[in-house]
């Protein structure tokens, strides 16, 4: 081999090196939220609190797109659940950002009766909290844009539970150097981002989410999918047999005012 074929070798290997390096410094944080709610005047007063005060004040915190998401109307969650997804540049983002709030004074005054709501009716049941770190191959979320009406457009969640902290990691490779990731891209799923659940109920878990146009939409490409050679030699690798116990999946509606 001539000298110059190895030094042109060696050097685009330390650019991948140092590409895949940079890539994986550049992950994000996500937070979310889940509120699980037990009436009516609950989910009036959590669409008030985000819409005008929590929404805004993370816009001035230097947070420019949050996602809020409500059950799609056949789910027998319908007008129980808000889903709130929130992404940070930098752990130090999420970590800092209750110390922000409490010196936003206009987020203090139109928040009032959501924070100061009494105690025998309080603006929620619960909610819990779920932090996650981006996966290298996707490092950052991305806003999808459809042309449908909100009411028509699915936003799917997807959780996959492994049995052991060794097969999380497995497929978690799988989305990523297996190629996963690209195979989804290639079928124009339209992810927002993809997750490894960093704290949360029911670790070790991955999360992530893909939009559609429409249910119709979501069908076809799911059926894409199964049928596509790719995938259907990827998922036949002994390494990735078994790295996931359960799947859960929930088919959700952007809000009127979530940022995409």
Do not use: C
């Not at 390096?21 to 669409?47: C, M, P, W």
């Not at 949050?66 to 059950?71: C, N, Q, Y």
């Not at 079928?187 to 704290?199: D, M, R, S």
């Not at 429409?214 to 050679?229: C, I, V, Y």
Request: avoid cysteine.
């Amino acid at each position: 081999m001539k000298t110059g074929s190895v030094f042109v070798m060696i050097l685009m290997f330390f650019l991948s090196v140092t590409t895949l390096t940079a890539q994986k410094g550049k992950q994000e944080f996500y937070e979310i939220r889940v509120y699980h709610l037990s009436q009516k005047a609950q989910e009036n007063l959590i669409d008030s609190y985000l819409k005008d005060a929590y929404l805004p004040a993370l816009h001035r915190a230097g947070i420019a797109k949050v996602g809020v998401f409500k059950p799609v109307e056949s789910d027998t969650a319908f007008g129980k659940r808000v889903y709130l997804f929130i992404p940070f540049k930098k752990m130090d983002q999420f970590l800092k950002l209750q110390g922000v709030l409490d010196k936003d004074q206009i987020y203090f005054q139109a928040s009032k009766d959501f924070i100061d709501a009494p105690y025998n009716s309080p603006p929620f049941s619960r909610y819990e909290s779920i932090l996650l770190k981006a996966f290298a191959f996707m490092p950052q979320f991305k806003a999808p844009s459809h042309s449908t009406p909100p009411s028509e457009r699915i936003y799917e969640l997807r959780d996959y539970e492994s049995a052991t902290n060794s097969k999380a990691v497995k497929k978690i490779h799988m989305f990523n150097q297996g190629g996963e990731i690209k195979l989804f891209e290639r079928l124009g799923f339209n992810a927002v981002f993809y997750g490894e659940v960093l704290t949360g109920s029911k670790m070790p878990n991955l999360m992530y989410m893909i939009t559609f146009p429409n249910q119709a939409s979501r069908e076809d490409h799911w059926k894409a999918f199964r049928n596509d050679p790719e995938w259907k030699k990827m998922s036949g690798l002994e390494e990735y047999r078994n790295t996931v116990s359960k799947v859960k999946y929930f088919f959700l509606h952007p809000t009127s005012y979530s940022d995409f």
